[in-house]
């Protein structure tokens, strides 16, 4: 059974940063594509990041490039996202989703359909 836990999100004021933690059981992270997306009220889920396979390559949407950094620490099991200069337009429920194969490309990685598994997600607002 595998179980993903997001947790670190919170109400911050534009400019700040915060740090989520995604913690997997019943997958190793690099045995797979693992991907932040988020949603915000009234919009559909959106790509922002993922990392795939042993290697650890890495995919980002345009809207957080230079902002958002997705990292995974394998002796934890865990992904993270550590997003600076957030913006209002940040604010979204962030999910962790894991991957039941490696994608090495970002037109699979991007999609949310690409998930098979999901956490329950995590709330982050972004006061101006």
């Known amino acids: 059974q595998v179980q993903l836990v997001e947790s670190g999100g919170g109400l911050v004021q534009a400019g700040d940063s915060l740090r989520l933690s995604c913690a997997a059981s019943?997958?190793?992270?690099?045995?797979?594509?693992m991907g932040w997306f988020r949603q915000a009220p009234g919009k559909g889920r959106e790509f922002v990041a993922a990392?795939?396979?042993?290697?650890?390559?890495?995919y980002s949407a345009d809207s957080v490039k230079g902002r958002f950094t997705i990292s995974r620490d394998n002796a934890l099991n865990t992904m993270y996202l550590q997003m600076d200069s957030l913006k209002p337009e940040d604010t979204a429920v962030y999910y962790c989703?894991?991957?039941?194969?490696?994608?090495?490309?970002?037109?699979?990685?991007?999609?949310?359909?690409?998930?098979?598994?999901w956490g329950q997600g995590t709330q982050v607002t972004v006061s101006s």
């Open positions: 990392i795939s396979g042993p290697a650890g390559t890495k």
């Open positions: 019943g997958r190793t992270l690099t045995s797979s594509t």
């Open positions: 989703a894991a991957a039941r194969t490696i994608y090495y490309a970002a037109t699979y990685a991007s999609r949310p359909d690409s998930y098979f598994y």
